[in-house]
């Protein structure tokens, strides 16, 4: 469903609202493939296993699961080099092995005998000869040659579990298609100009800028549980040395990834410029996460006999951060607290006055009791929170008359107090999604009123109910309303302004109408220049700009 996804054969034209189908416009593909009972066994079962042609076979997902089996076995490989996992769990990992291997001569032996039906070999004199020499089958054999030759000729285990790495090149049945999509997409292109299709979101990156993302993703996912389990000194003592490796490893992927987007950065709009450009880029807030993604590592290696920087480790977590590029949670969060900032930033000097009060408060009843507990107002500051939060720990409580009449009454002030700022969030955050929902009907609104949908517009539909969540059904509803309102509003057009009028029922339809056209405008015109117009320019009369301002809201 995102920007780059190919679009279905059926979408590929221009479509009529009649002839719309929601599942097609989504980019869903059917629950279950269309395919024939009939067919000869090899083409049936072809058709259903390997065919990536067929919408809904189980293409996909075979080879969803044969990628997870293949890194499943990389960490297998891993941890048989640490004796305290891999001794006391031989069996285990001897097993796994054979499931593996099992699963991977299946898929060879299985895409041997429908090689006859495949579209690259079916053409050749003999089509299972030709798979057999292709680069993939030759991958696929090695995956499983090493454990079948171990039974006849006399292979150390040690090159053994060598030679099983080569199951992580089966991984580029995956990587070269995507691949040379991406060079036929960027054919004639700078070098340059292909990095930024690599990095950023376009028309450009296709396939292979997704699995950039995961592979980052992942990457980000592996250094993160490495840092929470190197803090667990069983499992540290374990594998400390595969936890260095890690670092070293992640710190490597994201600093080039650092590189290619600062390089490449120029190319998006806003960016334009060799220095002020790059310098736009470095400040942007997901950029700088990227930064403190990797500057622990190397300030730790650089400047450590110099400074103890081992609590920078803990920074480390930060690329965690990493994840909400482009997440639009985030950025929709971003907006709410921008535009609530004032309000949020009130509450809070509010709350700060409530702290410093209690606090004080605190101190004076309760000093000459405890003190040490309320040692001064600063260190009442602690309890004040603790108090106005409602969270209690129980550490630090007063044991005065007056100190704890002052604890019950500022708990229930806290309760109100505290509460604003997250009922502020929630109730912005909430018309913010309803407003980019209002903003994806208008826009529905215009793709349809001229009653057909071209594949531009195809596009802009599932990205925007991608970005907004919104499902078929959500969708199906909002495309019935408007082919509604749509409907209503052409028989309101065919009718002179009299005859509506003469009708209440009518006349109240015609109003909605415009008023739904007047806030269309509103959210599409610069307000600014607007005003500009209406106001200095005296277009406009007093009474019309506030009706306007009132009705755009």
């Known amino acids: 469903m995102d920007q780059q996804q190919a679009l279905p054969a059926e979408n590929t034209k221009t479509l009529s609202i009649k002839d719309l189908d929601i599942k097609s416009l989504m980019g869903q593909a059917p629950t279950e493939a269309n395919i024939s009972h009939d067919l000869p066994m090899r083409k049936w079962l072809y058709s259903w296993l390997l065919d990536p042609t067929i919408p809904g076979n189980h293409q996909k997902g075979i080879d969803k699961w044969i990628g997870l089996l293949i890194v499943a076995n990389l960490f297998t490989l891993v941890f048989e080099h640490v004796p305290g996992i891999y001794d006391p769990n031989r069996e285990w990992f001897h097993y796994f092995d054979i499931f593996s291997i099992g699963i991977f001569t299946v898929e060879y032996l299985v895409r041997l005998y429908l090689a006859p039906e495949d579209a690259e070999f079916k053409a050749r004199k003999n089509a299972r000869l030709a ?69 950023f979101v376009s028309d450009y990156g296709g396939k292979l800028q997704e699995l950039f993302e995961n592979f980052i993703a992942v990457w ?52 334009k410029g060799a220095l002020a450009g790059r310098w736009r880029q470095a400040k942007s807030p997901s950029t700088v996460i990227d930064l403190l993604a990797i500057l622990p590592f ?36 971003g907006k709410v607290i921008a535009r609530e900032w004032p309000v949020i930033a009130a509450a809070a000097f509010i709350m700060l006055l409530l702290v410093v009060l209690t ?18 107002i600063p260190t009442s500051i602690y309890w004040a929170v603790i108090t106005l939060a409602s969270v209690g720990y129980g550490d630090i409580s007063p044991v005065t008359t007056a100190g704890r009449v002052m604890t019950i009454v500022l708990a229930f002030i806290g309760i109100g107090i505290f509460a604003i700022p997250a009922a502020l969030l929630s109730s912005a955050f909430s018309d913010e999604l309803h407003k980019e929902r209002e903003e994806l009907k208008n826009n529905l609104y215009n793709i349809l009123k001229d009653g057909v949908i071209d594949p531009d517009e195809v596009v802009i539909i599932r990205r925007e109910a991608l970005r ?86």
């Open 468 to 553: 907004l969540h919104l499902n078929e059904a959500e969708i199906s509803a909002l495309i019935k309303l408007i082919e509604h309102e749509l409907e209503k509003e052409s028989k309101l057009q065919s009718l002179p302004i009299n005859t509506i009028a003469e009708k209440p029922e009518l006349a109240v339809e015609h109003y909605k109408s415009l008023l739904s056209q007047i806030r269309q405008l509103a959210m599409l015109t610069d307000p600014a220049a607007f005003d500009a117009v209406a106001v200095g320019k005296d277009r406009l009369s007093a009474t019309e700009v506030a009706l306007w301002r009132q009705i755009k809201g």
């Open 131 to 199: 798979y057999v020499s292709s680069p993939f089958a030759i991958i696929d054999f090695l995956a499983v040659a090493p454990f079948y030759l171990q039974a006849f000729l006399p292979i150390d285990l040690r090159v053994l579990r060598a030679l099983r790495l080569l199951r992580i090149l089966k991984l580029f049945r995956i990587v070269v298609p995507a691949y040379q999509e991406f060079a036929a997409k960027n054919q004639g292109r700078t070098f340059r100009q292909k990095i930024h299709a690599l990095i």
């Open 298 to 333: 190397f300030l730790e290696v650089f400047l450590h006999h110099l400074l103890d920087l081992r609590f920078l480790r803990v920074f480390r977590l930060t690329r965690l951060l990493k994840l909400t590029r482009g997440n639009d949670a985030t950025a929709t969060l």
């Open 220 to 271: 980000v996912l592996i250094s993160v549980l490495a840092v929470i389990l190197e803090s667990v000194h069983s499992i540290s003592y374990l594998l400390n040395v595969e936890f260095v490796i890690i670092d070293a490893v992640a710190v490597a992927i994201f600093t080039i990834e650092y590189c290619m987007r600062m390089y490449s950065c120029v190319e998006e709009p806003g960016f």
């Open 359 to 376: 606090a004080s408060l605190g101190y004076l009843f309760e000093y000459e009791a405890q003190p040490d507990k309320f040692e001064n």
